[in-house]
């Protein structure tokens, strides 16, 4: 079993649509929690943050984390075609420094049809 | 928020030649830094750990005499692919942790012909 499994996709939704990205994780020592979005040919962008249990919430984007059943969630509320992209989890036991390597789900593709 | 500057951003380069790629932090010291290598449509590996003033730690199956890492001060930190070849083609990202998380740079595509 892998650390962090994340639903393979691809995803398509049209646009409005609200989108459920999910990844589920073994490693109880994860306490810090991040989804990234990445285009084509970029580098990850951040897009959440979050420490241990409990839900995030900026602008359009919320992010969920249930620690009891090692799953995190990120919701887009009224996608645009401009969140077109590929989304990973990422996940670390502690932030900062040498021994905080990020453990990344798959990634799953995302695609908002105009 | 925090900005790591990462150069160049595509590079092609010949078979058993090196090549070296940049990693900057510019606003924020950054005393470790994360060298990645991600293939089409997969996620990323981490490659190694780059430690200011000291050797990097390597993941498993991560050759070290290939990839060298150098992180000379807070704010640099380099890889060089010696020796490349066509089976080393592939887009290098690194990553810094700061007061914001984790910052990556655009990412290096590397094509070796």
């Known amino acids: 079993q892998k650390e962090v499994e994340q639903d393979p996709g691809p995803l398509s939704v049209p646009e409005g649509a609200i989108v459920s990205l999910n990844c589920t994780y073994s490693?109880?020592?994860?306490?810090?929690f991040m989804w990234y979005r990445q285009y084509s040919r970029k580098g990850p962008e951040l897009l959440m943050y979050t420490y241990s249990s409990g839900n995030k919430e900026d602008g359009r984007f919320t992010a969920q984390v249930d620690k009891s059943s090692k799953y995190i969630s990120l919701f887009i509320r009224d996608s645009q075609p401009s969140d077109s992209a590929t989304y990973l989890c990422?996940?670390?036991?502690?932030?900062?420094?040498?021994?905080?390597?990020?453990?990344f789900g798959k990634g799953i593709t995302l695609s908002v049809r105009p | 928020g925090a900005v790591v500057s990462q150069h160049p951003s595509r590079v092609i380069c010949k078979s058993g030649t090196s090549v070296k790629i940049e990693c900057r932090s510019l606003?924020?010291?950054?005393?470790?830094m994360f060298w990645y290598r991600q293939f089409p449509k997969q996620s990323l590996m981490l490659m190694a750990t780059s430690n200011e003033g000291s050797k990097a730690t390597y993941e498993q199956g991560v050759e070290k005499d290939k990839f060298l890492i150098n992180h000379a001060s807070l704010t640099l930190s380099t890889l060089t692919v010696t020796s490349a070849h066509p089976e080393d083609s592939s887009f290098y990202i690194c990553s810094a942790t700061g007061l914001y998380g984790y910052t990556f740079g655009s990412g290096t595509r590397l094509t070796v012909v």
């Open positions: 990422a996940m670390s036991p502690i932030s900062g420094g040498a021994n905080s390597k990020l453990t």
């Open positions: 606003d924020f010291q950054a005393t470790t």
């Open positions: 490693n109880s020592a994860f306490q810090y």
